[in-house]
Structure formats: C-alpha cells, structure tokens
C-alpha cells in the first residue's frame, strides 16, 4: 500500500507539470486550432535560462520570476516574428514550421549549453515535508506551484476583461474585431502566456529528469495524451488530463508493465482516445455542415 | 445638417469577385438610412466595406475624415459600431460577457456599469438571461444581444445588417421601436440593410436601392415608398 500511494503522489506531482504543458498546448489550440510541436523545447530552452541566471548568482526566486518574463516576452516574438506569417497557411505548412522551431531551439541549446547532462536546483528542502513517507518535498512544491499557476490563469481569463477579450478572440475572430479587440496581438499574448506556463514547467521538471536538450521529449508526450484526453479544447480536461496521465504512468509503470515501457502508455492513450472518443472527456463534439 | 458618412464610388471584390461596382451615398448626422436590396446586390459587403473588413477602393469619410484603409479595430474606436449578418455571437461566453465585450474600447468604467442597466431597460429578456451560456438564446434573444453589444459602444453611428432575417414579426417590430427610441434619444445615426423594405421604409429617413452593386434609386423614404419599381419588386403590391 505504502509504495502504490508513493507512486501515486509521484504521478500527481508530474502529472502537475504534464497538465502545464498540456494547458499550454490547448491555449494555442484554442485561439489557431494547431497543436505547438516546440511547445516542450520552449519550456527547455527556459529552463536553461533559469539554470544559466542561478549559476551567474541570482537567488532561486528571482530567477524563477525573470525566467516566466523572459519567457512570456519570447514567445510573444515567436509569434510575431514566426507564426503570423504562416497564419493563413495550410495546417502542413504550419506543423513544418512548429517542427522547424522544434529542432532549432533543441540544436540551438545544445549548441550554446552542450548536451552534456545538468543538474537544476529544487526550491524546495531535501528533506520529507514532516517526515512522512510518501511524497518529498519537491513533489508537494511542484504540485503547490502547478495549481498557483492553473489558479491564477483561471482567474485572468474569468475575471480581467483582456482575459476576456483574449476568449473573445479565441471563439469569434471577426465579432472580436468588430468590438475593437486587436485579435493579432491577442493571439501573441496567447503564445506568450504559454511560453510562460510552459517554463514553469521546465523549472519543476528539471530536478526530476535533470537539465538536458532532449528533456521535455517524452514530457510533451505525456502532455499531448493529456490534452487529449481532457479534450483538446478544453482547458480544465486538460489539467484533468495531466492528473490523470501522470498518475497512470506511474501506477502502470511500477506495477504494471515495467519502468521501460511507461511512455507507452502515453502513445496508446493517443491512439485510444483517438479511435474511442476523439473529443475526449471534456471536449466539445464538433459537428459541421459539409 | 452635415453627412456624417460619405461614400463616394467604392468597390469591393472578395478575391477575384467583384461584388461593388461604385457605390456612393451619404448618411446625415441624426438620421437613419436604409440600403435595401435583393439578395446578392452587395448590401452586406458595403457594410463590410465601410469596417475595413474586405479590400476596397474608393472613398469613405466619416465625420470629416477618411476612413478607407483603417483596420477594423480602430474604425470602432470611432465610434462606429457593427451589427454583423450572422448576429456575431460569441456563443459560448455569457450574455453578460458579450455586452462587455461590446464596450470593450471605451474607458469611462463607471458609465459602463450604468450602461448595462440602460440597455436592461431595452431588452429585459436579457437581464433574465444575463448569466446564461450566448449561444442558448433564441434567434430573437441573440438579434437583441447583437444590437446592445452594439451600444454598448455608446455608438455614433450604428451598422445594422438584416436585423429582421429569421425573425418572427412581432419580435421585429419590438427591435425596430427600440431603434427608432435609440435614434431619436440618444441621437445615434443608423445606417439599416434590409431585405424587409416594408418595414425598413418605415423606420428610415431615407433610402438606397442597390441593385448588382451600384445605387440605382435613391431618395427620402417616402418618395422610395411610391416609386412604381419598388412597389412591385420590393413592397409587393
């Protein structure tokens, strides 16, 4: 009982990060209907940036918090100055170019940091919160941060009228236009948001896989199974869905079918949610006239 | 008075389609005027025009200044607000986030909060409605939502394209007595495209007939009302 529960505080606190990342993908899903294939290598490539500023000096928290500007600032220019011109593109078109940012932030990285293996600092003690058996203190921190971060982009989009007119733009394009709201900008704002949450990610799985180029690959596989289950458009079935997937990895992986098949389990949650009920949990059914 | 918009010989073309061959006319300050028209005459498409929404050529001035070639975004921050064919639902927010939304550019806040309960005043249904999911409403309730998320902008100029398609008379002529009220006491100038000529002549001080994409009559609503043309394509009797 003791190691089933150990596993299943491990699955919730990467299941946290799956559900980050997950989030992340379905916000840009929602505004542009594509999924970020470089969604991973952005949270990556900050990360770096966060491991570079603590190593120059900075205190863990002010790295933490230049590192989500920074990369809320990145991701706005990505947008700008890589996505909008293919905005009208066929979707192959646009998945070349995700797939292009892909390989060059990973080769950039490694270019600038090496691919030599890094350790990135926890912000959290070493030591079990209260002793207790089952979960560290980085797992309950990770999980802790995760839900600041899901807590506070709900209340943006709930509560502020740019998060408002962010939706807005989302659903409606044209009537967002007709009301005054500068969609373009609100699509960049969108990356930039994900660029941010993403980081966060990276700066909470770091500790766990340690710092390395290729780091967020099987992550962002665990977080596309995610977004697919909750349902790509949904944003809480996203964060449901990185519960879920983390939970089920480790319990699958430690009991089940063995540590070395684990992202299996990703892939045959695509494929199954894909065959099965392709809107997911949450997700809307679409249904067009032809 | 003075126009508050002039059009003067503008074209439009969606791609390689040409749909406005040289439309001119002019609205004045205070007034409401109708496009009428048959299908497929280019009524929608001059509305589009004038938002900056399809390639144009050709001028547009609104109170003294051109407007051709603006973006959508800052000919609203004019004043000019749209009521779009379609009705332009954001269907999955509330009610009451989409007459937010409508209000989007103003920055005087507390007129805002005040001008909610104006518009209540209007159309009760939708306070009844207010926390309600947009796209639940009737096709009445949503032409109604349309039109106040329009004056939520505290307009100058209101854009009405078909505010009567799909709906059942008694819920028109409601919409139609709460434009002419919006007209004559809050003074907002109504540019109005109507396939209903009946009704639209009623409520308009004067009137366009366009036809393939050009003004082909034009005059106060009374004189359209007795035109012998009209009559018989338009009115039907």
Known sequence: MDAFLQQVFAGLATGGIYASVALALVMIYQATHHLNFAQGEMAMFSTYLAWSMINAGFGYWTAFLLTVILSFVLGVIIERVIIRPVENAPVLSVVVVFIGLLVILNSITGWIFSYTIKTFPSPFPTAPLLGNKFVSSHQIGAIGITLVVLLLLFAFFRFTPLGLAMRAAAQNPVSAKLVGIRVGWMLALGWGLAAAIGSVAGMMVAPIVFLDPNMMGGILLYAFAAALVGGVDSPGGAVFGGFLVGVLENVLGAFVIGNELKLAVALVLIIGVLVVKPSGFFGKVHVSRV | ?237
């Open chain 2, 1 to 237: 008075m003075a126009a508050l918009l002039e059009v003067g010989d503008l074209h439009a073309a969606y791609g390689t389609t040409r749909v406005l061959h040289g439309i001119s006319f002019s609205l004045e300050e205070g007034s409401i005027t109708a496009l009428l028209g048959a299908n497929g005459a280019g009524k929608t498409t001059t509305l589009r025009a004038l938002c900056g929404m399809v390639d144009t050529q050709g001028q547009v001035s609104y109170a003294g200044s051109r407007i051709d070639g603006k973006s959508t975004e800052d000919i609203v921050r004019l004043g000019i607000a749209h009521v779009p064919d379609g009705r332009g639902t954001f269907v999955n927010l509330s009610t009451e986030e989409n007459l937010r939304l409508g209000a989007y550019v103003r920055k005087d806040r507390k007129a805002v909060e005040d001008d909610f309960e104006r518009i209540y005043t209007y159309f009760p249904r939708l306070k009844e409605r207010r926390h309600q999911q947009a796209g639940t409403l009737s096709g009445g309730e949503q032409q109604m939502l349309a039109v106040s998320r329009a004056l939520m902008l505290r307009p100058r100029l209101l854009l009405l394209d078909e505010p009567s398609f799909g709906l059942a008379p008694l819920i028109v002529r409601e919409i139609f007595g709460i434009m002419r009220t919006i007209n004559q006491s809050e003074k907002v100038s109504i540019l109005l495209v109507e396939q209903n000529a009946a009704m639209a002549l009623d409520l308009a001080d004067r009137a366009y007939v366009i036809e393939t994409g050009r003004v082909v009559l034009s005059g106060t609503s009374s004189e359209i009302k007795q035109d012998e043309a009209v009559r018989r394509s338009y009115l039907g009797y």
